[in-house]
């Protein structure tokens, strides 16, 4: 892998900063003090988690980590990202292969991943990739609608959404604790969650979500021909690609940071409030978790293996729950593209291979 010093510098950054202030402060001043819950939660807040929470939970994980790993395939197959549109070598900000200038095709230039991490994993396999993205991505965003509705319609929202901008302050001391090592003193989260705690559930909900979903559209080549303006929302098609990798990144911290807390701060009482919705230390709710994860692994088992050994079932399936959708949202309407003279790219990528015969190589070697 090879990132660009500046782009380096625009991600880590921030959070480098945030970490040395944290440290300043803690060797200057101290601790800062953490508020007393009832300082900056409303008094009516929901307690405990009911059913359905625990349900598009365990929904989401399924198909966010099917998601991950289906996407993680497709990147590979153009390993490069980049802030602009031409895609010439050398412009990219990031690049997962060691080719700084391909001179082949565009094949010549992919990566591929083991099976045990990318979805199907191995050679030649993004067509199936996409199959799996496609509807993974139909039942992500399908659950996260139930889950926003219920949200907002039985008032577990203020478990989530900040009602005042202590949270921010409030926030950043709980993370000076966290970062210098020194656990704060953990709300019952069966009631409420810590000032950090809500500030990240929130933005992964209402900022990381809806970014994934707008910006992944905006690499269709279907949808634009149809809706010109599409990618423009995020600058091109190549700056949609680039945010989509970069929410992706940060759906995996949060899941390792979210699962690391979880472990940390009373993992069996956590696990029931979750798994059971209920506020106590018995191990019934770590039992049901762990058959979960299972579940988990056999579901992705099964991608993988119906992936190489059905995958024209595979296929069928996807067009049987997605053409219906393309057909209603593009088939319909007529493409709009144009292009001009300024739209051409300064390199082509090459698709495919080029042929072998005696005839290809007399031609080329005349310079056709």
């Given at each position: 892998m090879r990132i660009r010093r500046a782009a380096l510098m625009v991600i880590v950054l921030p959070f480098m900063l945030a970490i040395v202030a944290a440290y300043i402060q803690w060797l200057t001043?101290?601790?800062?003090?953490?508020p007393e819950t009832s300082q900056f939660f409303s008094q009516e807040n929901p307690q405990g988690f009911p059913l359905w929470i625990g349900i598009t939970h365990?929904?989401?994980?399924?198909?966010?980590?099917?998601l991950i790993r289906s996407g993680l395939q497709i990147l590979l197959?153009?390993?490069r990202l980049y802030w602009n549109v031409d895609c010439t070598p050398g412009s990219e900000w990031i690049r997962f292969t060691p080719v700084a200038m391909p001179t082949g095709t565009a094949k010549e230039d992919a990566r591929y991943l083991s099976p045990l991490v990318g979805l199907p994993g191995g050679k030649h396999t993004l067509g199936m990739s996409r199959h799996w993205h496609f509807l993974s991505v139909l039942f992500w965003v399908g659950?996260?609608?139930?889950y926003v509705v219920l949200l907002f319609t039985t008032g577990q929202w203020r478990r989530l959404v900040p009602t005042s901008w202590h949270i921010v302050p409030n926030a950043w001391a709980v993370f000076v604790h966290y970062v210098t090592f020194h656990m704060p003193r953990e709300p019952n989260t069966f009631d409420h969650y810590n000032a950090l705690q809500q500030l990240s559930y929130f933005v992964v909900v209402f900022v990381l979500a809806p970014l994934s979903i707008l910006t992944g559209p905006s690499m269709s080549p279907a949808l634009v021909n149809r809706f010109t303006w599409y990618p423009k929302l995020p600058g091109n098609r190549q700056v949609g690609r680039s945010i989509h990798f970069l929410v992706m990144c940060a759906y995996v911290a949060f899941l390792i940071a979210h699962v690391s807390m979880v472990a940390i701060s009373g993992f069996v009482r956590n696990m029931n409030h979750i798994v059971m919705g209920r506020d106590d230390s018995g191990w019934m709710g770590v039992y049901l978790g762990v058959i979960g994860l299972i579940v988990l692994l056999a579901?992705?088992?099964?991608a993988n293996w119906a992936s190489w050994k059905r995958s024209r079932a595979v296929q069928h399936f996807s067009a049987a729950v997605l053409n219906p959708l393309f057909s209603l949202l593009l088939d319909r309407y007529a493409t709009r593209t144009?292009?001009?003279?300024?739209?051409i790219s300064p390199y082509f990528w090459l698709n495919g291979k080029p042929p072998v015969s005696s005839h290809w190589e007399m031609l080329k070697a005349d310079d056709f």
């Open positions: 001043l101290g601790l800062p003090s953490i365990y929904i989401n994980l399924i198909f966010i980590i099917l197959d153009h390993p659950n996260g609608v139930v579901v992705n088992i099964f144009e292009y001009t003279r300024a739209d």
